[in-house]
């Protein structure tokens, strides 16, 4: 899991890159808490062969579950 | 397929770009000073002048693009539910950063923003001063990828977003109903502005827009280089574009190092100049304009920022860091020296280890 709450782009994008760099995973869960990382995370993974789901939390923040296509 | 699809992904953000450069041609014909449109170094300076934090007469003026800035990005991010106020990531480095920012950007003169807009307007000393200021960008990316952060924000209430603004809003209000407050130029850049309420109108919209699309200078470059995404960069160019034709088409395109307009040709400190301001709004995670942005949509930090630029303005006209037309200021070159290495020193002492 990458926790990037709390962190402003690129930082969230950043963290999930070396994550999949690191393990190559199938499916990776981030959490981010603001729309602007939701939108670039999911791009990068969409780039990067990976589906995204993303589930609002409470509280304003965001889980991101990625799958490898 | 993937050309429309790019198109279709990042229409917003070039057709700001374009709208940018478009204002900036409109606001320079309408009274602004020349190849300075839309500067936010250059207007952040003139605020710290207007609000005498500096002597220097020529440079005081309340600028209301900025205000427009902030309150079209706080508008737009209220409407769009993106208001989401937030501080604690390190807010005096960010201060400090910020001024830091500000220093380099005066002794190149300008801010990335005017740094494209010189380009348009033929001023090839910028072309120097975007070598610097790529060169920065790549090594603050260098420290991104070796895992620096200035650490995370956290959720603040109502007031701490707004305020900002609202400072920003009410001092400009002050400077229409009690003017003898503030200092404004008589002469120099600090006199050239285009009618308030142009300038204050077009603001509004370019932070709105700018809140929307999340254009930023320093992301186009970033993207680019850390993950292959050319929204931003292609807004960039399109800035360089919309300021190239509207120059062209009102016979102001002037190519050439020499005589080119509030700018100096001294190359080795227009590029580190820049070099400053790529590395340090790197680390920031975003150029002045963006910082704007940030503020208008409630981030304290991003605010804090906007204030380390003003006294970075204050100090370098104080201090005589800033340039003028003529060469860099009698302390420009160490400044930028000793910017330089802080913002090294920044790099190197926030890398955090992988767990």
């Known amino acids: 899991m990458v926790d990037a709450r709390g962190l402003s ?35 990068f993974a969409n780039n990067n ?6 589930k609002e939390l409470e509280d304003d923040e965001y889980s991101l579950v990625l799958t490898k296509r | ?22 204002a900036a041609v409109v606001l320079t014909a309408f009274g602004n000073p020349k190849n300075m449109g839309f500067c936010i170094a250059c207007f952040l300076r003139d605020i710290a002048g207007a609000l005498k934090l500096h002597g220097a007469a020529p440079v005081q003026y309340f600028r209301p693009e900025i205000v427009g800035i902030v309150a079209g990005a706080c508008i737009m991010a209220l409407i769009g539910k ?40 033929g001023d090839l000393n910028a ?21 620096f952060s200035l650490g995370r924000a956290y959720k603040q209430g109502p007031v701490e977003g707004l305020l900002f603004p609202i400072l920003l809003i009410g001092g400009f209000v002050l400077t229409l109903i009690a003017g003898s407050l503030f200092a404004f130029s008589e002469e120099g850049p600090g006199s050239m502005h285009a009618p308030i309420l142009l300038a204050l109108g077009i603001g509004l919209v370019v932070g709105a827009l700018a809140q929307k699309s999340r254009l930023c200078m320093v992301g186009g470059v970033r993207d680019a280089v850390m993950f292959k995404e050319f929204g931003l960069l292609a807004a960039f160019g399109c800035i360089i574009v919309a300021v190239l034709v509207g120059n ?4 102001t395109l002037n190519w050439g190092f020499e005589g080119q307009p509030i700018a100096h040709t001294e190359w080795l400190w227009n590029l ?17 304009l963006r910082q704007l942005v940030l503020a208008g949509e409630g981030n304290a930090d991003s605010a804090i920022t906007v204030l380390g630029m003003i006294a970075g303005a204050a100090a370098a006209h104080t201090l005589k860091t800033a340039s ?32």
Request: some cysteine; overall charge positive; hydrophobic content about 50%.
């Open chain 2, 82 to 121: 993106e208001f989401k106020p937030k501080a604690g990531s390190s807010p005096f480095i960010r201060f400090a950063l910020g001024a830091a920012v500000m220093i380099g950007a005066l002794v190149f003169l300008g801010c990335p923003l005017r740094m494209v807009i010189r380009i348009g307007g």
């Open chain 2, 272 to 288: 580190l100049g820049m070099t400053v301001v790529g590395w340090g709004c790197a680390l920031l995670g975003g150029c002045p």
């Open chain 1, 9 to 43: 782009c690129p930082l969230p994008v950043i963290k999930t890159q070396n994550e999949i760099k690191k393990n190559n995973p199938d499916t990776l869960e981030v959490l981010v808490d603001n729309t602007t990382a939701v939108g670039n995370v999911t791009r």
């Open chain 1, 49 to 54: 062969g990976y589906d995204v789901a993303v």
């Open chain 2, 127 to 147: 072309i120097v001063g975007l070598v610097g200021f790529v060169l920065g960008i790549l090594i603050g990316v260098f420290f991104l990828k070796h895992n």
């Open chain 2, 248 to 251: 062209a088409i009102r016979g």
């Open chain 2, 1 to 22: 397929m993937k050309k429309e699809n790019f198109f279709k992904k990042n229409w917003l953000v070039m057709l700001t770009g374009l709208l940018i450069g478009a």
């Open chain 2, 324 to 355: 003028s037309a003529d060469g860099t200021g009698a302390n420009g070159p160490i400044a930028t020296i000793v910017c330089l290495l802080f913002i090294l020193v920044i790099s190197v002492t926030h890398l955090k280890k992988e767990q």
